[in-house]
Nanobody, 124 residues
Framework: QVQLVESGGGLVQAGGSLRLSCVFS????????MGWFRQTLGKEREFVAAINWDGGRTDYADSVKGRFTISRDKGKNMVYLQMNSLKPEDTAVYYC?????????????????WGQGTQVTVSS
């Protein structure tokens, strides 16, 4: 069974940076597309970024383009989300997700496996 565990969240001032990490286990990492989503209280989970099985393709939400970078390390079974120029509106619980897709899904229902989430809080 695939398991995902996120880390790296925390409190940061606006304009600062954080790097989120997600460790993948229980499957063949290179077979999975990976995504990052975020959710705030009372709102639906929203797409942030995705990366395909070999890291050759990425996609981002318009709200984070140019500020966030998704990457993966096949040797460590890790996926990362580097977040720069953070804004208060980036405050959310961030989730790592995985599924076997050739494309880069942007909808939560397209991912079967999820981590428990890590809180990111950006103060103004």
């Amino acid at each position: 069974q695939v398991q995902l565990v996120e880390s790296g969240g925390g409190l940061v001032q606006a304009g600062g940076s954080l790097r989120l990490s997600c460790v993948f286990s229980g499957g063949i990492f290179s077979s999975y597309s990976m995504g990052w989503f975020r959710q705030t209280l009372g709102k639906e989970r929203e797409f942030v970024a995705a990366i395909n099985w070999d890291g050759g393709r990425t996609d981002y939400a318009d709200s984070v383009k140019g500020r966030f970078t998704i990457s993966r390390d096949k040797g460590k079974n890790m996926v990362y989300l580097q977040m720069n120029s953070l804004k208060p509106e980036d405050t959310a619980v961030y989730y790592c997700a995985a599924d076997v897709w050739a494309s880069l899904p942007k909808e939560p229902h397209q991912y079967r496996y999820w981590g428990q989430g890590t809180q990111v809080t950006v103060s103004s």
